[in-house]
């Protein structure tokens, strides 16, 4: 992560959206006096900035985060006998949490529209995956099409509504991103071949070096604080993935699914899965990218267009 040289510098920081609630204006004018406070000196606005992304982050991953928590929750506390299948009451539960962001405008409907898409396409997937036997759903459940519980799409919105929410979060702008038509040319081969790969026609390594040609150019600049730094895109993808790669683990911890080489105890996921959850999450970036359109980043001297003070702390 680095600094961005020249970068855009808005004359004014955005109202924070948590500003809706009037209970949180209190907390949003305190954490202003604070980073007020931190940025009287280098150290200070570092620590600050530092400890302000982690939070932006899990903000960011609000949705992925309570699905942890209820497959983790469940999976020791949920009654083995309860009338409603524990796969059913995750169901529910993901279905209300959706309803919640939407109502709490924590996402938009265009937002939950693309996300709905990617539900939808990762559950066509999980059908033919658990069908030519990929991986298990191990409980039984009602709410279900074939051997596929319909919670498990919400594993994919999860990943939808994090890259929703932290483009908006950290003001995406892009130097050298690719043109869409491509991404989406990438992203149809990309599933295609999530298909494909069982008939022997696996083509994953033609793959990543086209999406390294189409995304390696790219860098991808985010605002934190005041600032915007930057990094490569395809280095944030890589790293979006190791953390589901993460998640998925927990998935499988919980006996929420499970590959055939668990079925006699549980072992971590192959580090391999890292690179299919690489490939779905251009699918991912691509279908967000078709409403969030990415903007160039504006090229500005830093150092005339900050305040003198922020020059000091940035």
Request: aromatic share 14%.
């Amino acid at each position: 992560m680095r600094d961005t040289k020249n970068q855009s510098v808005e004359t004014a920081t955005p109202a924070s959206a948590a500003a809706i609630w009037v209970s949180l204006r209190p907390f949003i004018a305190a954490e202003a006096r604070l980073a007020q406070a931190a940025a009287q000196k280098p150290w200070t606005a570092a620590t600050y900035e530092f400890l302000r992304f982690g939070v932006k982050q899990a903000w960011a991953c609000l949705f992925g985060g309570i699905a942890v928590a209820l497959m983790l929750a469940t999976w020791k506390l949920y009654p083995a006998h309860a009338p409603l299948a524990r796969y059913d009451f995750l169901f529910l539960c993901m279905l209300g949490v959706q309803a919640a962001l939407l109502a709490a405008r924590l996402e938009t409907l265009e937002e939950a529209k693309v996300i709905l898409i990617y539900h939808l396409v990762g559950t066509a997937m999980e059908l033919f995956k658990t069908a030519t036997g990929s991986w298990i759903y191990p409980e039984p459940s009602l709410i279900r099409l074939g051997g596929v519980p319909l919670f498990s799409g919400f594993m994919y919105s999860c990943i939808g509504s994090y890259i929703c929410r932290v483009w908006r979060l950290f003001d995406f702008r892009f130097t050298d991103h690719p043109q869409r038509r491509w991404l989406i040319a990438l992203s149809a081969a990309i599933y295609l071949n999530f298909f494909l790969d069982h008939y022997g026609f696996d083509l994953r390594l033609v793959l990543f070096v086209l999406a390294a040609l189409l995304i390696g150019p790219a860098t991808v600049h985010f605002r934190v604080w005041r600032v915007h730094r930057s990094m490569p895109l395809l280095l944030g993808l890589v790293l979006v993935s190791l953390f589901i790669w993460l998640s998925e683990n927990i998935g499988t911890f919980t006996c929420t699914w499970l590959y055939p080489s668990q079925s006699h105890g549980w072992a971590m996921v192959s580090f391999a899965k890292l690179g299919s959850w690489f490939l779905l999450l251009i699918i991912s970036y691509t279908l967000v990218s078709l409403i969030n359109r990415p903007n160039e980043m504006q090229v500005l001297d830093e150092e005339a267009a900050l305040p003198q003070e922020q020059r000091d702390a940035a």
